[in-house]
Antibody
Framework: QVQLQESGPGLVKPSQTLSLTCTVSGGSIRSGDYYWSWIRQHPGKGLEWIGYIYYSGSTYYNPSLKSRISISVDTSNNLFSLKLSSVTAADTALYYC?????????????????????WGQGTLVTVSS | SSELTQDPAVSVALGQTVRITCQGDSLRGYYASWYQQKPGQAPIVVIYGKNNRPSGIPDRFSGSSSRNTASLTITGTQAEDEADYYCDSRDSSGNHVIFGGGTKLTVL
């Protein structure tokens, strides 16, 4: 059973860099079928995709956050990380890491393009001085 | 456009059938995935592809799609189905994930 666990500071000061790590167990981050993702949820709000990374290091970022995001992968330790710079109170959120099963196939009248099959429990990050 | 639109809230009587919809241009020709999120918990996928349920998801959950609208149907809704439901797809580039705003399902 794959498990993902987020870790990192729960409190970050404005203008500083938020840094989180997601440790993966029960499966290899080197598997070619998956992208390793960060998703956040503002208090009482919906889900916002931040970005994801392939084990080779290829990344895709949310265009609205791209200038402040860096996602990296450490295959030796089976983990991946998020850095979000110049944080403000608007970055206060519950941050999830998740595994995205990357598939693409035609079925009946449309294409399936993958889905998030495992999620961490989330870690709350508050931006405050 | 790269937006997915969901009704903010839907209610259903216990044991009845409810349909939750997700609308967006990015769904034309593509299936959405659906996630259930209960209070204090991480989301879980309940439907992916045309109408596929991961292991452990009850068969009262089903998915369908027409043109630019994806639907999640719960047949014989149970009290434990009360949750927020999110759809997802990709933006016009195909490389970026987008989520719908979520639908809060209340079981009466």
């Amino acid at each position: 059973q794959v498990q993902l666990q987020e870790s990192g500071p729960g409190l970050v000061k404005p203008s500083q860099t938020l840094s989180l790590t997601c440790t993966v167990s029960g499966g290899s981050i080197r598997s070619g079928d998956y992208y390793w993702s960060w998703i956040r949820q503002h208090p009482g709000k919906g889900l916002e995709w931040i970005g994801y990374i392939y084990y080779s290091g290829s990344t895709y970022y949310n265009p609205s956050l791209k200038s402040r995001i860096s996602i990296s992968v450490d295959t030796s330790n089976n983990l991946f990380s998020l850095k979000l710079s110049s944080v403000t109170a608007a970055d206060t959120a519950l941050y999830y890491c998740a595994r995205f099963y990357s598939t693409y196939y035609y079925e009946s009248s449309g294409y399936t393009r993958g889905y998030f099959d495992y999620w961490g429990q989330g870690t709350l990050v508050t931006v405050s001085s | 456009s790269s937006e997915l639109t969901q009704d903010p809230a839907v209610s259903v009587a216990l044991g009845q059938t409810v349909r939750i919809t997700c609308q967006g241009d990015s769904l034309r020709g593509y299936y959405a995935s659906w996630y259930q999120q209960k209070p204090g918990q991480a989301p879980i996928v309940v439907i992916y592809g045309k109408n596929n349920r991961p292991s452990g998801i009850p068969d009262r959950f089903s998915g369908s799609s027409s043109r630019n609208t994806a639907s999640l149907t719960i047949t014989g809704t149970q009290a434990e189905d009360e949750a927020d439901y999110y759809c997802d797809s990709r933006d016009s580039s195909g490389n970026h994930v987008i989520f719908g705003g979520g639908t809060k399902l209340t079981v009466l």
